[in-house]
């Protein structure tokens, strides 16, 4: 199953940016929908969340500016990141899987700079 992002970028720290997962219409019904994050030397770290049934969960450092969301009509998930602080900076990835308990279906990464 293919997850393709888009929406990576530069933007000045308090900033927003959006970032977008499309994948296929059964699989984004089914499946955990997540983002993840990496920056050079670190492990990928948990984003944020969203169940089939629509529960969503964040890391503490990005709750109350981050949002994950579902559109089911565009088979999309999205990440709504306001306030963007320079730490935020990294690779987002987006991930799919049935339960919490596999790793799942990755895509290729979008970058994420906050700089000044």
């Known amino acids: 199953v293919q997850l393709v992002e888009s929406g990576g970028g530069s933007v000045q720290p308090g900033g927003s940016m959006r970032l977008s997962c499309a994948t296929s219409p059964s699989f984004i019904r089914t499946n955990i929908m997540g983002w993840y994050r990496q920056t050079p030397g670190n492990q990928r770290e948990f984003v944020a969340r969203?169940?089939?049934?629509?529960?969503?969960n964040y890391t503490e450092s990005v709750k109350g500016r981050f949002t994950i969301s579902r559109d089911s009509a565009k088979n999309t998930i999205y990440l709504e990141m306001n306030n963007l602080r320079p730490e935020d900076t990294a690779v987002y990835y987006c991930?799919?899987?049935?339960?919490?308990?596999?790793?799942?279906?990755w895509g290729q990464g979008t970058q994420v700079t906050v700089s000044s």
């Open positions: 991930n799919g899987r049935p339960t919490y308990y596999v790793p799942g279906n």
């Open positions: 969203i169940t089939p049934r629509g529960v969503t």
